[in-house]
């Protein structure tokens, strides 16, 4: 307990210099607004972002990357709530009963208590982070490549299983994911894999253009689609910022939940704060008294699942400051900036970095509070943002995407490959396939055939190496475990129902 | 989702009719094509050699489970019953489609300006609500903002204008 506090302190020292205040509130900030607008997402952001922190110092820089993270899973409930668009992934959820909120009249104590939550949850998951690295850290060296791959497979299943819909089509779909990233060179050979000779492809298709365009462009081509008053924006004024006594009573016990669980999710690899989301809400759904008041305009509908994404986002960056793993795309981005400041991900960084670790762990309590304090007064700005038509919103935002993808590489041809995965997005959608599982497993595909491949060498192609070693045949047991219990009718028609608006 | 668009498509065929659902059948079936492609275009690459992968190895692996995950997927579609297809719209994908492929095509010789307000204009096509006097003027604001923040905020080596 001693050494916390002192490593916190340490950490809060870093973290409160001037410098580091600075890039602090300017990450959570920009964080915020591209959390709002719908359709650029913080994955773009982070990687647009990425060349500008070259200059800075690694501790600022990487301050600045995490507040744009978080702060986007806050603004991200802003736009759900008012528009019935997510902002981001995570906050898919919050439409359902945010909106419906919102049609009411009371999109200010939606965004109030959001904002409560999100806070609640940040300081939890802040605390969390502090005391499960050091522990975390040494259970690391216990994690050989068949581990790795196993907590990857594991990670995975969570997210189909949390989805969702169908399970085969849901597993069919991050197998399309896997295969998506197989496109590119080689690691090991340098060998073009399915490239064609195009040499765009050769080194891959960006993680970016695909997200862009799978969850962007097709998302905008189905709202084209929807009629006017499904979208459409709320024109009634936000009166009424405060949520009253009843409000903070309901949402008190699920902000609780909603931290609980996106601190456990995010911490597991394969969908952090997306699937913390859905699975708060789910858990406050079929707990409820009244399950009928969700879908309705249920206050816990958006205090949970806007807690979870929270907590979710801070925790996630456990496995990835401890074990070295990116749970998800923009730890994954978090990577290429600590290795750009030449420092590598891992187990290593807390006992030779301990500033780097500690001053990281402490900006984001300060981050949190930074949000909370900038973003109540600054709803009413982001409203007005908002009450723009989206019949002058959506050509905005596709522009938007466009030059973002291009600015990644300067590259004119990934913005075609993001039409082309706009097309395909749309087609998935049609025919009742989700694109996030497709997204995880493109994500983990390079790291999976990475680590099954050394796992099979070492072990000298036996394949039961997977099963034998402990660590890993408990990790597959849960995959399988789950699986199975997510396979049976009752619990599947419960899972559907959830989704059920 | 809108009403006209769960109208059923399928039934016209008499091949048809013997699916019972539609949507999965031919997902399912896209899958499988996928996956073929996938197998055929890594084909040439090496396989497994000894007790290490090769290049092949994963790409064959995971198109080898996407094609059994769309030959069931495709079947339970042919036996089971299910969703009707859903109707497609063809404005919105094809304007937007359009104005990705200009601004694609133009950012590099015209630059960033005439890009960013042609694609604009080309995506507004793209819904039957749009009203042109206020999207040029959108247009407008769009692209100077964007200027001042992918250039002059964010710094990023953009082009503007077209160079001669």
Known sequence: MNELLSHLALGFSVAATPWNLLFCLIGALVGTLIGVLPGIGSVATIAMLLPITFGLPPVGALIMLAGIYYGAQYGGSTTSILVNIPGEATSVVTTLDGFQMAKQGRAGPALAIAAIGSFFAGCVATVLVAALGAPLTSMALLFGPA?????????????????????????????????????????????????????????????????MGVFGFAEIIRNLEGSAEDRSIVQAKVTGLMPTRQDLINSAGAIGRGTIIGSILGILPGGGAVIASF??????????????????????????????????????????????????????????????????????????????????????????????????P???VWVSLLRVPYRLLYPAILVFCYIGIYSINNAPADVIIAAVFGVLGYWLVKHEFEPAPLILGF??????????????????????????????????????LLLILAGLPMLRKRRDEVFVE | MPEDAKAQTGARLPLARLVRSPQDFYGGLALVALALFALWSSGDLQGMHGFSFGPGTAPRLFAGILLAFGVVIAAMGFLVKGKPLERYAVRGPFWITISIIVFA????????????????????????????????????VMTVFSVLLFVYLLALPFQLWPRF
């Open chain 1, 378 to 380: 600054l709803v009413g």
């Open chain 2, 105 to 140: 095509v133009t950012v590099r010789p015209l630059g960033l300006i005439p890009a960013t307000f042609a694609s604009f204009m080309i995506s507004g096509a793209g819904s039957p609500e749009t009203r042109w006097i206020e999207t040029t003027i959108a247009g407008v």
């Open chain 1, 279 to 376: 699975a708060a809400y789910t858990f406050e759904k079929r707990f409820a008294k009244q399950p009928q008041r969700f879908g309705n305009g249920a206050i816990e509908g958006v205090a949970a699942p806007e807690s979870a994404n929270n907590a979710a986002a801070q925790t996630a960056f456990i496995p990835l400051l401890t074990l070295g793993i990116p749970p998800n795309a923009v730890m994954a981005l978090m990577v290429g900036a600590m290795t750009i400041h030449g420092i590598v991900p891992g187990p290593q960084v807390m006992t030779k970095q301990p500033e780097l670790f500690w001053g990281m762990v402490s900006s984001m309590w300060l981050g949190n509070l930074m949000l909370i304090v900038i973003n109540l």
């Open chain 1, 443 to 480: 994500v983990l595909g390079p790291l999976m055939e990475e680590n099954l491949r050394r796992a099979m060498l070492i072990a000298r192609g036996d394949v039961t190496v997977f099963i034998t070693r402990p660590i890993s045949g408990t990790l597959l047991g849960i995959a399988v």
């Open chain 1, 147 to 211: 581990e790795y791959f196993s907590l990857m497979a594991l990670g995975l299943i969570f997210a189909v299983v949390l989805a969702k819909g169908s399970l085969i089509k849901a597993l069919a779909m991050i197998v399309t994911g896997l295969l998506l990233s197989m496109v590119g060179s080689d690691l090991e050979t340098g060998v073009g894999r399915m490239t064609f000779d195009i040499p765009e492809l050769s080194d891959g298709i960006g993680f970016v253009t695909v997200a």
